[in-house]
């Protein structure tokens, strides 16, 4: 909970209000100077006491290593300046600053630390930011928030500005299914991750593997007009995705 309060208030800072890209970072700034001091065991500053002083424990109970923590930081930083991204690549560089740091403090947390659970891990992570990106297009790019790589884009004679409209077409509903391939393949690349966690933490993961696969699934049932409306989990998943998760052995299905 207190590596979530951390995450969460940082990207309300970075994406909530109306505040200008200035500001967010100024807070942002001050906010990593709020980190360094719970990393050091420093007393909680007055702007975020609820976040710094439960982290702080965290830090010295856990051993909470300071790299992801500002990874995430560095992150949403970037997302305080709206980038657009150029390709694929650039896009996973983000990814990797912003959802993987996540899946490295929680295996932090199990003691589990070898490279093809890392791996894993960081594939898992990716695809499950690259399913939230795809499922939310109809949210994210009025906002200004273009998350779709320039390359792929172009390649089917679509440009970042009229994406922004939502015009829903033949060509950004197969951008669409190209960009749910590649998360897949992730999302795939990575469940035998949750087949080798102990306990509760495997059970949980292979959840998660399974609610990213049931919103690529939706996409995919609405011919991936995702840019005209969001798909959900809703209440009715639940039993197909406990089926799935039971059933999980060498395939993510």
């Known amino acids: 909970m207190a ?22 970072l100024a807070d942002l700034a001050a906010y990593r100077g709020e980190l360094l001091a719970s990393l ?9 006491p609820q976040v710094f002083g439960p982290l702080a424990a965290q830090v010295r109970t856990h051993a909470l290593p300071a790299g992801p923590l500002h990874a995430l930081l560095d992150a949403f930083e970037q997302d305080a300046g709206n980038p657009l991204y150029a390709d694929r690549a650039q896009l996973l560089d983000y990814c990797a600053r912003s959802a993987n740091p996540v899946g490295r403090l929680l295996l932090h947390l199990y003691g589990v630390s070898d490279a093809a659970s890392l791996r894993r891990s960081d594939a898992i992570c990716t695809a499950l930011q690259l399913i939230n990106f795809w499922q939310d297009l109809s949210v994210d790019l009025p906002r200004g928030r273009v998350y779709l790589p320039l390359a792929d884009l172009r390649a089917l004679g679509l ?7 939502c015009v829903d077409s033949e060509a950004s509903r197969r951008l669409v299914r190209e960009l749910c391939d590649w998360a897949e393949g992730l999302m795939r690349e990575g469940a035998p991750l949750a087949l080798h966690l102990p306990g509760r933490a495997g059970w949980e993961l292979r959840l998660v593997v399974q609610g990213g696969l049931r919103i690529i699934e939706k996409i995919r049932a609405m011919n991936c007009a ?5 798909p959900a989990i809703r209440v009715g998943d639940a039993p197909r995705l406990l ?11």
């Open 3 to 24: 590596i979530y309060h951390f995450a969460r208030t940082a990207d309300d800072i970075a994406d909530e209000g109306d505040a200008t890209a200035a500001a967010r």
């Open 40 to 48: 050091a065991s420093s007393p909680a500053g007055p702007r975020w």
């Open 159 to 165: 440009d970042p500005v009229g994406i922004q409209r």
């Open 226 to 230: 995702s840019l005209g409306h969001r």
């Open 243 to 253: 089926w799935r998760a039971l059933r999980m052995g060498t395939t993510t299905r």
